[in-house]
């Protein structure tokens, strides 16, 4: 018999409590294991002792449904990196003795790049001191940047709130019969995949976003302003789509002869994000109305917009963690394949972390058009099944009802 | 038999296009009319003759249906505003010629304070030359702000977004064991309705928010900066909502020894928002993790998230206005009177267009607490059922489905 523990990391998505949802019932029916703790605050929760025993604060299956349709990470999350073992052992001996005195012997951490940075180094760690305990990676980020896995646990729901958001942004925009420019700022600061999702828009129809960048290719201001014109010509309202990560090379616009310093009183030219500096930009140079939208954290936390097929993924990858620690598994991370786009299919397997941690997978470049400011319709029939379903919300009152856990070890 | 014109002006909202089907579809079923007009990009599209027949375009009770789903104002919008006709009276006899063209002698306008003006105005102008046209508004404005009706259509939707994301954000605000403080800005320029419906969570448990700023009351930085310290005591993450026109007196800030211009390079305090600003100064002030998301124009564009209160009352408020104009009323704004909250029971009523027309409905004083950093309880009972209620979303390939106009005339 087993004690398992859980914890998550990183930033929050709509889908990681769906991937401890997994790891939960799968531990709960297994005959295998015992008890299933939760450490708060990710891999900070072990090296403090603040655990819980999951099954004292999940006790039904609506707990579980309602934990589902929670956003964020119900533990709590951190972004602790483990130093170097040779450098500093103190906290792999604190981990060590924790899991002995809980007689945890498999760990599971739902986390991002850097997250399985720390499933790496733990089971470095207790391979080189021979001692059976099974960590295990389990994929999440917006982002979608993992290497190897088809794409990431929480993608899709972001995915389909930012399309969403924009099919409404877009009807928001039209509405006057002026020239116009809406920039609508997507979190991805080195990969450029939510922002590029938007193209699903044009599968349904949508010209518009009629300009999409991402930081995967150069950016200079003066050819936006020549993007913005060529748009213009056939449409009043440009509405762009701009990955947060892009790095504006604004030389170009400074020896144009513009003087305005886009600068805030810090010094500081993104302060207020690449969308504003823009906003400010055009404002500046083309002399038209001008707005940026940030979406902002709701990207990542709109649990009342979650893709279905998100959230039955980042289920059912939870419940394949526990497989493969009970199968003597440990150093892998689950990861979906790819199977065929039509009808979607996908498969598990386990892959060694590391292959995944600290690494980012790019946005293809063969997928974005030769000027660097659109996606190509190739990445349609990738994106698409991602974004799938609806999870019907719970509702009390007329507002979406969330799981609460009290904090009290 | 009267041919009748309908026409949306000012800021979109979710339900303006509701008010449309439901003077579409009063019209339709009525012996009295012959044809149903729509003018593009308000009073602008009877000016320039912009006209469509809107039979023509919404054929189907299934178009119905998708058009009450389909945010921002499918007929265009506009920001015009008549002259006195003493100084200009071109535009008026304009849009008699135009009137008399298309033989129309009932005019709906949907919009807020400023499009009542010329609800007044017209209706004047058709009385002084005896003429029988009928001006009948119809209220719509996600800022709550009009004097006389109870409410308007479009706000319940814009706060049951407003009240929904901010349950998902605070969720993603609270991940970390840290020091916090996230300001959300919230549309409402002089008055504070939406802002204050942010007491809703309260009433489902929610401590968040903790602090709730109007633009009704005073708002000192200094005394901004005592209110997070006191909140601090008790909660790591404080979670603030601020309506986008608070007019921030930091008088006391700067006396107190603050050098940093919290201005841009264009000397502009307020161009990325009040929430913006307050994220510069908190970081500057109190040293401590900050963040400020501006909701932006999602929350009056946000149809996927639609209170089915507030849509069948902005179709049916769109119905009784077509009674009005039928039963020979003119200068008339069609509104809510709310008969009792539990149960929620509503009745229409039609008031004088010159009790409303350029006159703004602050949110009472009363409500707000004697500190006037947060809204009593006793509004909780006005808010709660308008949120009520979710429209089924009308989904395809993942995406939701809105309306198309084909707007060739």
Redesign the interface.
């Known amino acids: 018999m087993y004690n398992i523990a859980i914890a998550q990391s990183g930033g929050?998505t709509v889908a990681i409590n769906s991937s401890l949802v997994g790891v939960f019932k799968k531990a709960l029916n297994s005959t295998q294991v015992l008890k299933i703790y939760g450490s708060l605050?990710g891999i900070?929760g072990i090296l403090n002792e603040k655990i819980i025993e999951l099954t004292k604060f999940i006790r039904t299956e609506d707990d579980c449904e309602i934990l589902k349709r929670?956003?964020?990470?119900i533990l709590?999350?951190?972004?602790v990196k483990l130093p170097d073992y040779a450098i500093d052992k103190a906290p792999y001996e604190k981990i060590a003795e924790v899991f002995d005195k809980y007689e945890i012997s498999c760990f599971f951490y739902i986390g991002g790049n850097d997250s399985m940075d720390t499933v790496l180094k733990l089971d470095n760690y207790f391979k080189s001191i021979e001692k059976d305990i099974r960590v295990i990676g389990i994929p999440k980020t917006i982002d979608n940047d993992l290497p190897v896995t088809d794409h990431t646990p929480g993608f899709g729901s972001a995915a389909?709130y930012v399309?969403?958001?924009l099919?409404?942004?877009i009807?928001?925009?039209?509405?006057?019969?002026l020239d116009s420019v809406t920039i609508v700022e997507i979190m991805g600061r080195h990969a450029g995949w939510l922002t590029a999702s938007t193209c699903?828009?044009h599968?349904?129809g949508e010209v518009a976003p009629h300009l999409i960048y991402l930081p995967e290719t150069k950016f200079s201001l003066n050819q936006f302003f020549e993007d913005i014109k060529e748009v213009q010509k056939e449409h009043k309202a440009v509405i762009i789509a701009i990955s947060e990560g892009v790095e504006i090379d604004d030389s170009g616009y400074q020896e144009s002869g513009c003087t305005?310093?886009?600068?805030?009183?810090?010094g500081h030219r993104y302060?207020?994000g690449v969308g504003?500096y823009l906003e400010?930009a055009i404002s500046d140079k083309l002399k038209i109305k001008v707005?940026s939208?940030?979406l902002?954290?709701?990207q990542?936390?709109?649990?009342?917009?979650a893709?279905l097929t998100d959230i039955e993924e980042a289920e059912q990858i939870g419940s394949e963690a526990v497989t493969c620690a009970l199968n003597g598994e440990s150093g892998k991370v689950v990861i979906f394949k790819r199977v065929s786009n039509s009808p979607y299919t996908i498969e598990f397997e386990s892959a060694d972390v590391s292959d995944i941690a600290n690494k980012e997978k790019p946005f293809p470049l063969e997928w974005i058009n030769k000027s660097g400011n659109n996606v190509k319709s190739d990445a349609v029939e990738y994106f698409?099944p991602l974004?799938?379903?609806?999870l019907d919300?719970v509702?009390?009152?007329?507002?979406?009802q969330?799981f609460k856990l009290i904090k009290e070890v």
Chains 1, 2 share one sequence.
Do not use: W
């Not at 709590?76 to 972004?79: I, L, N, P, Q």
């Open positions: 929050p605050n900070d929670t956003p964020s990470t709590g999350s951190c972004r389909k399309c969403t958001s099919c409404e942004i009807k928001d925009s039209e509405v006057y019969e699903l828009l599968d349904m305005s310093q886009l600068t805030d009183a810090f302060l207020s504003k400010r707005r939208i940030e902002n954290v709701l990542r936390c709109s649990s009342h917009l893709s698409k974004i799938q379903g609806e919300v509702i009390k009152d007329g507002l979406p969330h």
